[in-house]
């Protein structure tokens, strides 16, 4: 298995830019999460969707952010307008149902908004 | 919403001696409790978990403690190396029927000195 797929890798872009990160969950695996990670506020879950229904956005930080799953192996993350405070690196990870199923993150994509 | 402190955030130690990270966590519902190892540059992967009717689990230089009445959970690397320099990131997760949500302690940094 290729594990979860994130692209771009890195995206750079001017505050007011719309911003579009794009995961591909691990085969089979019926949660989908999106973190973001910074220096200052580490690992922070922003929504999670089962089987392509969103559970729990409570993570994300404003309506500037919205996150959609149309099918079990496509998700989005947009940020629109995107602002300089946004720069971080956003992963998407992704488990199926199991009590004990570990999570399996992206390599990430790390966004720099200037 | 289940909170997890970690502590502490930086450690520095001699190549060969033993290192300890120490977890705390807000919920008794939790019951499944990972670890994940983050390289620079690279995503956090698991290295060890351990559910919550189990006391303590080893997997060759790694360990790792819980304790369900005080609500704290360990990890120990022995014999540590050059290599086991990264981030280290506890966390504790509640399974529920609506939900499987992870949440993440602030990380350790630990730096095995040669």
């Known amino acids: 298995d290729a594990g979860v797929i994130q692209s771009p890798r890195h995206e750079v872009t001017e505050m007011g830019q719309e911003v579009t990160l794009r995961c591909k969950p691990i085969s089979g695996h019926d949660y989908l999460f999106w973190y973001r990670q910074t220096m200052m506020r580490g690992l922070e879950l922003l929504i999670y969707f089962n089987n392509n229904v969103p559970i729990d956005d409570s993570g994300m930080p404003e309506d500037r952010f919205s996150a959609k799953m149309p099918n079990a192996s496509f998700s989005t993350l947009k940020i629109q307008p995107s602002e300089p405070r946004d720069s971080a690196v956003y992963f998407c990870?992704?488990?199926?149902?199991?009590?004990?199923?570990?999570?399996?993150f992206g390599n990430g994509t790390r966004l720099t908004v200037t | 919403g289940e909170n997890v402190e970690q502590h502490p955030s930086t450690l520095s130690v001699q190549e060969g001696d033993s290192a300890v990270i120490k977890c705390t966590y807000s919920d008794s519902a939790s019951n499944y409790f990972p670890w994940y190892k983050q390289e620079l540059g690279k995503r956090p992967q698991l290295i060890i978990d351990?559910?919550?009717?189990?006391g303590e689990k080893k997997d060759q230089r790694i360990a790792v403690t819980l304790n369900k009445t005080a609500k704290h959970f360990s990890l120990h690397i022995t014999e540590t190396q050059p290599e086991d320099s990264a981030v280290y990131f506890c966390?504790?997760?509640?399974?529920?029927?609506?939900?499987?949500?992870?949440?993440f302690g602030g990380g350790t940094r630990v730096l095995v000195k040669p």
């Open positions: 990870a992704s488990s199926f149902r199991r009590d004990n199923s570990p999570l399996h």
């Open positions: 351990i559910r919550s009717n189990v």
């Open positions: 966390a504790a997760r509640v399974i529920k029927a609506a939900g499987n949500k992870l949440t």
